[in-house]
């Protein structure tokens, strides 16, 4: 007789679609407002988004820590990165074609492609420990520490050779060459450490010990829009440039 092995479904933490989807919108202003500023010289959206700037790096951020909590919860990083990183290159291609002034070379997607396949690599090795906040607070203290390589500054004074930023290839890595252009640029340094903390903080989640509160939905738009970030993503730039270039032909003429 064959046995039939029930397996019960992990239960959604809506919580996290939720965050992820304040971190959406908070993008979709963001954009709307570098939309208006940069590609359509509007005074008042310039001053939106350099009102809106500082808080650019948290709600980014708290994405880039959701996703590395669901991929601690997936077992398909490796398919999963190469797939996003597929539609990566693809929005690199259509911005090259359509706005070039605004190309996107190394943007959020191809920064979340590639940690989900690096950390598809190292998952194997990771499954072997439990939770634990010292792995996390590593990748705090290293986000620390790299968090101005871009200004040829590590380790809080350390000051990297200017060669390093005379190259054309380690862009990917915070430090970008001098012909460098990225309209939404997210390298590896810091960023990767904040995807790799939130994997060590998914293992509560996959030992099912979140708080009974993060599992109930409270916002269900906030949550419609973590569930669909990616199509979101894909969708919205477009539509609002071409919101911004309508709204300009119809005032302006």
Not at 149 to 162: C, D, R, S, T, W
Request: net charge positive; proline share 6%; hydrophobic share 55%.
């Amino acid at each position: 007789m064959t046995q039939t092995i029930s397996v019960q479904k992990r239960p959604r933490i809506c919580l996290m679609d939720e965050i992820r989807g304040f971190a959406v919108l908070c993008m979709i202003f963001y954009h709307g407002f570098y939309t208006l500023a940069n590609l359509f010289g509007i005074g008042w959206g310039m001053a939106l988004l350099r009102f809106f700037m500082p808080a650019e790096p948290f709600f980014a951020g708290a994405f880039i820590f959701i996703s590395g909590i669901s991929s601690d919860l997936s077992r398909s990083n490796l398919k999963r990165g190469g797939k996003l990183f597929l539609i990566a290159l693809a929005v690199s291609a259509v911005t090259y074609l359509a706005v070039p002034q605004e190309v996107i070379v190394f943007g959020i997607l191809h920064f979340l492609s590639i940690c989900m396949m690096v950390y598809g690599l190292c998952k194997p090795l990771l499954d072997r420990f439990s939770f634990s906040w010292i792995p996390i607070a590593v990748c705090a203290v290293l986000y620390a520490c790299t968090m101005d390589i871009q200004k040829g500054i590590v380790f809080f004074a350390v000051q990297l050779p200017q060669t390093l930023y005379e190259t054309s290839f380690l862009f990917p890595f915070g430090m970008p060459g001098p012909e460098f252009r990225s309209s939404d640029y997210f390298p590896l340094l810091p960023w990767i450490f904040v995807f790799f903390a939130g994997g060590f903080f998914g293992k509560l989640a996959a030992a099912g010990k979140f708080p009974a509160f993060t599992y109930r939905s409270r916002v269900p738009f906030l949550s419609w829009m973590g569930r669909h970030a990616l199509l979101l993503y894909i969708v919205h730039q477009p539509v609002i440039f071409g919101a911004a270039w309508l709204c300009e032909l119809l005032f302006t003429h």
